[in-house]
């Protein structure tokens, strides 16, 4: 499976004059997520807003098509958001609306912030406890570890896949086949995954997935989507709703939607979901295997520069670490080392304790610099940044 590395940098202009390895902060969008975007604008400025959205509702509606072929679902199990946060939101508050004192959550050591904060809040509303599967010997959760902490309070299993701190990649599938054993529903936040590597919710087992637009899957900011399989879905009451998730049918009566949209709301950016299915098609077209095999080439070859320079430290996790590279520099801070970088430049990302504190406090880890080459990178690239790198050595 090859890919064709001229396009790809053809239709990410921005790599003429910078080096982009901020992937798993913000990708640069390529020309026909853009072209889609300011088109779909300038109908919106042309005819209204209403008008456009009637034009062009074959395009938008086969968004959640796209979204299905990407993730595996099907598209009533899909709900477009407009961001990850929210897509996780939706599904973990409808979840927690039934714990009870003593119901467990059982996530893993390097769990988001953002998620992390609201099982904190949830557990002081409700007192269920959250708890931490342990890691294996390489840093990862360990599935063994999951299944002996299963008991009959465990009312949910919420782990992020690839944390957006360093190369993790968590045994997703494995975590699945746990939860399924036990009937335990299970949230697995797939933000850096998506676009990076093939995600398929029958393979994975998952329940409830979420996943964001602007990271490796490279469509507009504020963007983003949530699985939810069926069967559970179907009995979820979101734990807010409005008139598009629950038509109001009768003065004292209100009728859920019968598909995922029932975590959705009315009114949405019409341009960044018509550019994040672009976004889903572009991605599908060039092939996530071989998008996947680049990325992990790149971000290896990063790792095999950075760790032969004295003073610094590669901090990635994991058998098979994808295409998130942490790591940090003698003496040097993260903000200055990024903010240099970005005078030369090179566009890479940090990562502080704070967004992923658990794994950040057991680890004693520093801010990170945190680069994530994408397949549209060179080799070239790679070598522009460790040497850059090694002259602030
Ligand atoms: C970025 C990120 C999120 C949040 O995504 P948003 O689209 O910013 O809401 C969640 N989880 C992980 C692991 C992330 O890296």
């Not at 590395?5 to 202009?13: F, G, H, N």
């Not at 901090?315 to 590279?325: E, Y």
Request: hydrophobic share 45%; charged share 20%.
């Amino acid at each position: 499976m090859t890919l064709d590395l001229a396009r790809l940098r053809t239709e990410t202009p921005g790599v003429a004059h910078r080096v982009h390895l901020d992937n798993a902060g913000a990708s640069p969008m390529p020309t026909p997520v853009l072209d889609a975007m300011t088109a779909y604008l300038r109908r919106e400025s042309e005819i209204g807003g209403y008008e456009a959205a009637t034009e062009l509702a074959a395009r938008l509606d086969g968004v959640y098509d796209s979204i299905a072929r990407l993730v595996g679902g099907a598209r009533d199990e899909i709900a477009l958001t407009e961001n990850a946060t929210v897509a996780w939101q939706m599904a973990f508050y409808a979840l927690a609306t039934t714990f009870k004192p003593g119901d467990r959550i059982l996530t893993a050591r390097a769990e988001y912030a953002a998620n992390y904060v609201a099982f904190l809040q949830v557990a002081r509303r409700t007192g269920a406890v959250v708890e931490v599967v342990p890691d294996d010997a390489d840093g990862a959760l360990d599935p063994q570890a999951l299944e002996r902490m299963i008991d009959g309070r465990v009312r949910l299993i919420a782990i992020t896949w690839v944390p957006t701190n360093g190369g993790l990649v968590n045994p997703a599938a494995a975590v699945g086949r746990v939860a399924r054993a036990h009937g335990i529903p299970y949230l697995l936040d797939a933000c850096q995954a998506a676009g990076q590597m093939p995600v398929d919710v029958e393979a994975l087992g998952c329940d409830l997935l979420s996943a964001t637009g602007r990271k490796f899957l490279r469509g507009p900011r504020g963007s983003g989507f949530l699985y939810a399989r069926r069967d559970l879905m179907r009995r979820l009451e979101p734990a807010m709703i409005d008139h598009f998730a629950a038509p109001w049918v009768a003065p004292d009566r209100y009728e859920l939607r019968p598909d995922a949209r029932r975590f959705e709301s009315w009114e949405n950016n019409y341009a960044a979901r018509l550019g994040l299915g672009v976004a889903v098609d572009y991605a599908l077209e060039i092939g996530i295997e071989a998008i996947a095999v680049r990325c992990q080439a790149l971000a290896g070859q990063l790792r095999r520069s950075l760790s032969g320079i004295a003073g610094v430290t590669v901090h990635d996790l994991g058998r098979h670490p994808a295409a998130i590279v942490g790591f940090s520099l003698d003496g040097r801070e993260a903000g200055p080392v990024k903010a240099h970088l970005a005078g030369l430049g090179i566009g890479v990302g940090s990562s502080q304790p704070s967004s992923t504190l658990l794994d950040a406090t057991a680890r004693a880890l520093p801010t990170l610099v945190r680069a994530s080459p994408h397949a549209f990178n060179t080799e070239e690239e790679i070598e522009t940044l460790a040497a850059a790198i090694r002259a602030l050595r």
